[in-house]
């Protein structure tokens, strides 16, 4: 193969010619004192070049802008006659970055040499990767290097050092001299690499940057969606006649899976109640429901499938169903979704007539609530056979009630306090929020206090607020007494 003519830049090293044509002699000391200045000058050369790089990688903000100018430090620190950038991108091919020559024609044919090479590189380790049948692998093709030697020719004097970001080869720089008394010293070589290592620290700040702003972007949704999550909650409970209520929910991560509502089963008459057609006190006669739930999982897809939840649930409560039928409705609408997601819900569904002071209800698999009665100060579980929303598309709920007297008092809650883990590794388990609520209930005098009592407790045995890493949901209903 015929030797690509690569155009050698002035060497430091080559001989002046005298263009008198005159013979002068010099001594010893005068060779010496040129042999040193030269030596001299090449160096403050090569530092300046040095500096000159460094100096761009800390201003330029494009990494494509420092890219260009390696190649031509690359060639000028080393007294080469041509460079060029390889690197390696993330889908495992390799690509020509960057490519210095003297003058354009041979830059061009220098281009189109590289180009056919790595094309055919490509080929082969696409070749590979699909016979292996594994995402590509992110390897320089080992005959790269001999293939550029050969495209070049015996007459090119061909070098190259690696480009390695966090110890894994992503590039190679190559030198091309056509001097034949060209010599790959120990200087160059090192002086090659401090042009390598400053390419690999701009390549691994490129990519921090785009990693740091993907972050970013990802924090801007999950503020948004936090907030969104926030506003879908209730902002505070509702005023229900005879019943004094209380509710929190706290997320381990800024987006969660709890959920808990309070829905009134009629909005007509409160609609009506807002436009001054009905008295607040027989809007507050209103039957409300009272629910919680919780998605398997944490973050933002268990935020979305709450987010479904809370809107089909809220349309389902105006069918004025029994809570059985609706949770056997909700399940069935929520199935194909949630099968999809692989994710599913379990949700305690109950509804509270001020009138009859009635409470009816039904479980989806959640943690069964606890009742204080407050004539003989036990603690009750409230309770029915079913599955999880999601599991099973003709799954069958079962319809509980119960009589509520003043004093009885009742609390939701969610897995995160009975799940909650000491440093010991002990879990808090329902045993002991059973302990911890029978003690709110006779210590405290509101649903307030006993809401706060619990969280401290809970907070106080895993040693630290939101210490589990678990979401946290508590409802406090009791009934108030008829003084």
């Not at 973050?299 to 809370?310: E, F, K």
């Not at 929020?433 to 401290?456: G, K, N, T, V, W």
Request: proline share 5%.
């Amino acid at each position: 193969m015929t030797a690509v003519p690569i155009p050698r830049q002035p060497s430091s090293t080559d001989k002046n010619a005298n263009p008198s044509g005159v013979r002068t002699e010099t001594t010893p000391v005068l060779a010496l004192k040129e042999l040193v200045a030269s030596l001299y000058r090449e160096q403050n050369k090569i530092q300046n070049l040095l500096s000159s790089l460094g100096f761009a990688l800390r201003s330029f903000n494009n990494l494509n802008q420092f890219l260009e100018l390696t190649p031509l430090m690359a060639a000028r620190v080393t007294d080469a006659d041509g460079s060029a950038l390889i690197l390696l991108k993330s889908n495992g091919q390799v690509s020509l970055e960057q490519l210095h020559c003297q003058e354009h024609q041979a830059t061009q044919e220098l281009r189109r040499l590289l180009d056919g090479v790595i094309r055919q590189a490509n080929t082969s380790e696409n070749q590979r990767n699909k016979n292996s049948n594994n995402s590509p692998v992110l390897l320089l093709p080992s005959l790269l290097d001999e293939q550029i030697r050969q495209a070049l020719g015996s007459q090119v004097r061909l070098y190259s050092t690696p480009v390695l970001v966090k110890n894994v080869e992503r590039g190679r720089f190559y030198i091309f001299s056509n001097d034949p008394d060209y010599v790959w010293t120990q200087t160059r070589r090192k002086l090659l690499q401090l042009v390598a290592d400053q390419t690999a620290v701009a390549i691994a700040n490129n990519e921090l940057t785009v990693e740091l702003r993907s972050k970013e972007r990802q924090d801007r949704e999950l503020e948004i969606a936090s907030e969104i999550q926030l506003r879908l909650l209730p902002r505070k409970c509702p005023k229900i006649q005879g019943v004094e209520l209380a509710a929190r929910c706290r997320n381990a991560d800024r987006v969660g899976g709890d959920y808990y509502d309070f829905i009134p089963t009629n909005y007509d008459q409160l609609r009506q109640t807002q436009e001054g057609k009905i008295d607040k006190q027989t809007a507050c006669c209103v039957p409300w429901s009272i629910v919680i739930g919780d998605v398997m999982g944490k973050g933002v897809p268990a935020g979305l499938i709450m987010t479904m939840t809370r809107g089909m649930l809220r349309a389902e409560v105006l069918n004025r169903h029994s809570p059985a039928q609706i949770l056997q409705h909700l399940n069935r609408v929520m199935y194909a979704d949630l099968d999809k997601s692989h994710r599913f819900v379990t949700l305690f569904y109950s509804e509270y007539d001020p009138q009859s002071q009635i409470l009816s209800y039904s479980n989806a698999a959640h943690n069964p609530p606890l009742m204080w009665r407050a004539s003989s100060q036990e603690i009750e579980r409230l309770d029915t056979n079913g599955m999880l929303i999601g599991v099973d598309a003709d799954s069958q709920y079962e319809d509980a009630k119960v009589q509520l007297k003043p004093g009885d008092t009742i609390i939701y809650y969610t897995d995160g306090f009975t799940d909650a883990v000491n440093p010991n590794g002990d879990r808090f388990e329902e045993k002991g929020l059973i302990e911890a609520f029978r003690r709110a209930c006779q210590q405290c005098h509101s649903p307030q206090e006993i809401l706060d009592y619990l969280f401290e407790q809970v907070d106080r045995f895993v040693g630290g607020e939101n210490s589990n890493g678990d979401d946290m949901t508590l409802v406090v209903m009791r009934v108030q007494s008829s003084e």
